[in-house]
């Protein structure tokens, strides 16, 4: 069978399948066909648009490792609390600051300053689990969601009113931009290089933990059956304050990282929030896999999308590469519109099923009176 | 005075209009929309665009698309509260049918996409020269000044008392009752027969056309939009005012409205006192006490300062 065919897991293959027991369908899973999805686009718009389009995607890889770590973290706290937390964005933006104080007012190494804010945010959110959170668990997901709001209000107001709105810089020296091979592309060792290899060590503990440690495993049986996972002998609470403490060091790290590459200032994390929400959806909720994929086509979306806009400009749209994050939200509408569980969440239904479940739902029910 | 008093009870009720528009998709029928801001703009820019009709000044470059011949204020106000809603059907459509938090997130990213355009779409909206010149009722009957200030108070009054009753009587109706069901449990309600669906999205529509109504105000009041007024975040004042007043009441809506105006006009008097250093960061402690009183409300009064009042019709008393 054709590699483009193996992959359509609609029923009605399965069903035409299921007399016919000798051949073993091999099927895709559906993130390959996220990527190939995503290097398509890239390969059609290098045809069209030139080298820029490559220098993009590499500028959107990086983007994505760090929208990665948040997305991930924030993806952790997802499928346990069951909440969308509107203050991660800003958990990001006090762990810049905390590096800041230590990197810049303190004057020590950024290492020291990456620690620093790893140790602040984790601090923050189990402060913020203790307090707030802990008190909502059962008043379902949208007052939690409400306080998160709170939360982010304060936090952002609290950054700002302490270091002022001032734009500020961390004291780290990136060196130029070196240009790989003849290929007219440039990298940054810093500000690409070690970006990406940051991400990719934390994506790679994350993993581990989460596949082999005690921990790791009864987060995930607390994310996926919280009450089972009680009467299995799991202490919730102590596994939800660690879910804190990794998705809070993880933002702070990823805030860091943000701060690097553009600046500090209070508004750093809540912008970079919505791209962090579209790669959590994208993923799928509640998957920290699917968060990773999802961080990495929501970067080069991004990216994608300014180089595309940009030659917009003047002719259709006047803000041209203005509209950078329009093409990340598009592709998060469209997700949510054809696939809402996200690319590695649990299909519920089937396309089939779900327009069945529509028209038995649209169809009038004769009610005969009675006599 | 006059000024002064129209200062304070002009935005106020603004905010308590659209808060209002909040009230029916929050309180009553349960939908966490986090683009007012976007509804709200979308209200004050096509009306700003119809009402002064089109405007060109290429010397300075300023220009804005409209009609050629301006319209009346009162068809403008309208289309902008139609188009509002539309917009609001127009999301809502997809979004409406999943999880309450991604409704969350569909329209925060809505807003963020609409401030965009107003921003940067120059020759469409004034974009960054913001769009000026936009008129007030009754402009060609009373004399600028105090007394068209004081018109335009009772102007805003006399909306928000339409607004009111409406939507009084609507969540009153069975189609409130319904609303409601919907909001406590949708799945009972579809067992009922309702089509919870059609429900959502209507509530949705007219909150959102609410929205625009007062975005058609504000746009009147201050006759000039600058796009940044429509950032993400003025969304949340909406809801500390539907969460302090009491979501799912229309009165302590009004109540909640006029309490929080007051302290953040308190907060902005108190400015004019203090030196300089403490005046930039009064601006963020006013913030900060939003987010506290919003945490604090959901932790410990989550029904607000006037909680919904529980009534049955009166078939069933």
């Not at chain 1, 804010?117 to 203790?130: K, P, R, S, Y």
């Not at chain 2, 976007?38 to 209200?43: D, L, N, S």
């Amino acid at each position: 069978m054709a590699l483009g065919m193996a992959g359509r897991t609609s029923p009605r293959v399965d069903r035409a399948s299921a007399f016919d027991v000798s051949t073993t369908r091999f099927v895709l899973p559906r993130w390959v066909f996220a990527v190939l999805l995503v290097l398509a686009a890239i390969g059609v718009l290098w045809a069209i648009f030139g080298k820029p389009i490559l220098q993009a995607t590499i500028q959107g890889l990086v983007v994505g490792s760090i929208y990665v770590l948040g997305a991930s973290g924030l993806s952790l706290t997802y499928g346990i609390k069951k909440f969308a937390n509107f203050a991660h964005g800003d958990m990001m933006t006090v762990g810049a600051y905390a590096a800041f104080t230590i990197n810049v007012i303190v004057g020590q190494n950024i290492v020291l300053g990456f620690v620093f804010a790893a140790i602040t945010v984790a601090l923050v959110g189990v402060f913020l689990e203790l307090a707030i959170f802990r008190r909502l668990e059962t008043r379902g997901p949208v007052s939690a969601l409400i306080a998160s709001v709170g939360v982010s209000l304060v936090l952002q107001n609290a950054v700002s009113a302490i270091f002022k709105t001032n734009v500020l810089y961390l004291n780290v020296n990136p060196p130029q931009d070196f240009a790989i091979g003849a290929t007219g592309l440039s990298f940054n060792a810093v500000k690409g290089g070690v970006t990406l290899a940051v991400s990719v060590a934390l994506i790679l503990f994350l993993h581990f933990m989460l596949k082999y440690t005690t921990l790791g495993k009864a987060m995930r049986a607390c994310a996926d059956n919280l009450d089972l996972a009680r009467t299995s002998g799991i202490n919730p609470r102590n596994v939800i304050l660690w879910t804190w403490i990794i998705s809070g060091s993880f933002a702070a790290v990823a805030g860091v990282l943000l701060a690097v590459i553009v600046n500090v200032y209070p508004l750093l994390g809540f912008f970079v929030l919505l791209f962090i929400f579209a790669a959590v959806i994208i993923g799928g909720i509640g998957s920290p896999y699917g968060a990773m994929i999802g961080g990495l086509i929501i970067g080069v979306v991004q990216k994608l999308s300014n180089v595309v806009f940009g030659a917009l400009q003047g002719r259709i749209l006047e803000g041209g590469s203005e509209y950078e994050p329009v093409g990340a939200f598009v592709v998060m509408i469209l997700v949510l519109l054809f696939m809402p569980e996200g690319i590695m969440g649990v299909r519920r239904h089937s396309i089939g099923g779900r327009l069945t479940a529509l028209l038995v739902r649209h169809r009038q029910i004769e009610v005969k009176e009675p006599g | 005075m006059v000024l002064q008093l129209a200062g304070f009870v002009v935005p106020a009720t603004i905010l308590v209009i659209l808060s209002l528009g909040l009230n029916l998709q929050w309180g009553h029928t349960g939908l966490f929309n986090a683009g007012v801001a976007a509804f709200v703009g979308v209200g004050a820019y096509s009306f700003g665009m119809l009402s002064t009709g089109k405007f060109a000044s290429p010397g300075v470059g300023w220009y804005h698309w409209g009609p050629d011949q301006p319209w009346h204020i009162v068809y403008a106000a309208l289309a902008a509260m139609v188009l509002a809603g539309a917009l609001g059907v127009l999301i809502a459509i997809p979004t409406l049918r999943l999880r309450a938090d991604y409704l969350a997130i569909a329209t925060l990213a809505l807003a963020e996409i609409v401030r965009l355009v107003f921003k940067n779409e120059r020759h469409f909206t004034g974009g960054d020269q913001n769009l000026s010149f936009i008129p007030r009722p009754f402009q060609s009957l009373v004399p600028s000044g105090p007394y068209l200030d004081g018109v335009f108070m009772l102007v805003c009054v006399a909306a928000l008392l339409g607004a009111f009753l409406v939507l009084e009587y609507v969540t009153r109706s069975p189609w409130g009752r319904n609303l409601r069901a919907v909001r406590e449990d949708e799945e009972a309600t579809m067992a009922l027969g309702k089509d919870a669906f059609t429900l959502k999205l209507t509530s949705f529509g007219i909150g959102c056309a609410i929205m625009g109504l007062a975005g058609a105000l504000l746009a009147s009041f201050n006759q000039v939009i600058v796009p940044d007024q429509f950032a993400p975040a003025a969304t949340f004042s909406a809801y500390v005012v539907v969460i302090l007043g009491g979501s799912g009441n229309n009165r302590g809506v009004i109540l909640g409205g006029y309490l929080f105006y007051l302290f953040s006009w308190t907060t902005q008097q108190v400015k004019g006192y203090v030196p300089s250093d403490v005046n930039l960061r009064l601006d963020y402690l006013n913030q900060i006490i939003v987010g506290v009183l919003l945490i604090v409300f959901i932790l410990f009064r989550p029904e607000g300062v006037l909680p919904e009042k529980k009534y049955l019709p009166a078939a069933m008393r």
